[in-house]
Nanobody
Framework: QVQLVESGGGLVQAGGSLRLSCAAS????????MGWYRQAPGKQRELVAT???????SYADSVKGRFTISRDDAKNTVYLQMNSLKPEDTAVYYC???????????????WGQGTQVTVSS
């Protein structure tokens, strides 16, 4: 079992920055791709950014050029640096990771509990 714990959310004015962190913990596992999703009130959860185990990144068009995803495999942590924040970025942000137990080929999907990001105009 892998646990994901997000941190770094909060309230920020438009144009400001926040950095989200998501730390994975558990025993004898290896992380595959990781990503960030978000869900605004009344809307479906949407993909924000992903990063593969090789470091290849992808972004939703709405955040390209403003958000940067990165990972530190030594700390089992993925980050989301969010700059030039807009009110429409307001949402609960969720961390997602694929992970497998060492010695097993089966990759399971894990989610964090979410962290609130609120951008005021």
């Amino acid at each position: 079992q892998v646990q994901l714990v997000e941190s770094g959310g909060g309230l920020v004015q438009a144009g400001g920055s926040l950095r989200l962190s998501c730390a994975a913990s558990g025993s004898s596992f290896r992380l595959n791709a990781m990503g960030w999703y978000r869900q605004a009130p009344g809307k479906q959860r949407e993909l924000v950014a992903t990063i593969t185990s090789a470091g290849t990144t992808s972004y939703a068009d709405s955040v390209k050029g403003r958000f940067t995803i990165s990972r530190d495999d030594a700390k089992n942590t993925v980050y989301l640096q969010m700059n030039s924040l807009k009110p429409e970025d307001t949402a609960v942000y969720y961390c997602n990771a694929g992970a497998r137990r060492l010695g097993s080929p089966r990759v399971l999907d894990y989610w964090g509990q979410g962290t609130q990001v609120t951008v005021s105009s």
